[in-house]
T-cell receptor, first 115, second 110 residues
Framework: DADVTQTPRNRITKTGKRIMLECSQT?????MYWYRQDPGLGLRLIYY???????NKGEISDGYSVSRQAQAKFSLSLESAIPNQTALYFC??????????????FGPGTRLTVL | GQSLEQPSEVTAVEGAIVQINCTYQ??????LSWYQQHDGGAPTFLSY????GLEETGRFSSFLSRSDSYGYLLLQELQMKDSASYFC???????????FGAGTRLFVKA
């Protein structure tokens, strides 16, 4: 079984719709992240959470919100989707006790298309 | 702010050695990481350098010079399966988050 799972894997939606992307992990890690990937732009950080009560904005948080429902679950919401939010979205986790390298473990990604 | 620069594409032949460079500008610095991503896949961690010098892991090595804000990933004995995108990433002191570069697409030819 995958350690970091994302649902859905693919989603097509229309402008203005509310969308939630979910991430679950069985690694027992305390830190979780949401990134979006666009061609030629690499991975850009949307939000990150270092524990259940800690939520922080990343580079591109406008238009997005998150919820850390439990240590193992971190969801990303687009309140009113727009076409330029079409991208590949990755969830990642890391362990604050791993020795300092902050190795991040990525989920398989969610491909979101906003029409 | 924080920024990272790496070449967009590199092409090399099977069996050769290739070096992918990364220069960074950050507010504070904890370490430089490298990730590999195959088409359609998720990024996977390759290496991390917090101190100056070379770290070797099998065919892959990573180098860091903190004074030059520079690092590189060295891939030896290239194989076709090494064709992928490679991202450098910097962990700065601004909230301890990691910022990724735009990625280098490596093409390995037979």
């Amino acid at each position: 079984d995958a350690d970091v799972t994302q649902t859905p894997r693919n989603r097509i939606t229309k402008t203005g719709k509310r969308i939630m992307l979910e991430c679950s992990q069985t690694k027992g890690h305390d830190r979780m992240y949401w990134y979006r990937q666009d061609p030629g732009l690499g991975l850009r950080l949307i939000y990150y959470s270092f524990d259940v009560k800690d939520i922080n904005k990343g580079e591109i948080s406008d238009g997005y919100s998150v919820s850390r429902q439990a240590q193992a679950k971190f969801s990303l919401s687009l309140e009113s989707a727009i076409p330029n939010q079409t991208a590949l979205y990755f969830c990642a986790t890391s362990d604050s006790t791993s020795g300092g390298n902050n190795e991040q473990f990525f989920g398989p990604g969610t491909r979101l298309t906003v029409l | 702010g924080q920024s990272l620069e790496q070449p967009s594409e590199v092409t090399a032949v099977e069996g050769a050695i290739v070096q992918i460079n990364c220069t960074y500008q950050t507010s504070g610095f904890y370490g430089l990481s490298w990730y590999q991503q195959h088409d359609g896949g998720a990024p996977t961690f390759l290496s991390y350098n917090a101190l100056d010098g070379l770290e070797e892991t099998g065919r892959f090595s990573s180098f860091l010079s903190r004074s030059d804000s520079y690092g590189y990933l060295l891939l030896q004995e290239l194989q076709m399966k090494d064709s992928a995108s490679y991202f450098c990433a910097v962990r700065g002191t601004g909230g301890f988050k990691t910022i990724f570069g735009a990625g280098t697409r490596l093409f390995v030819k037979a």
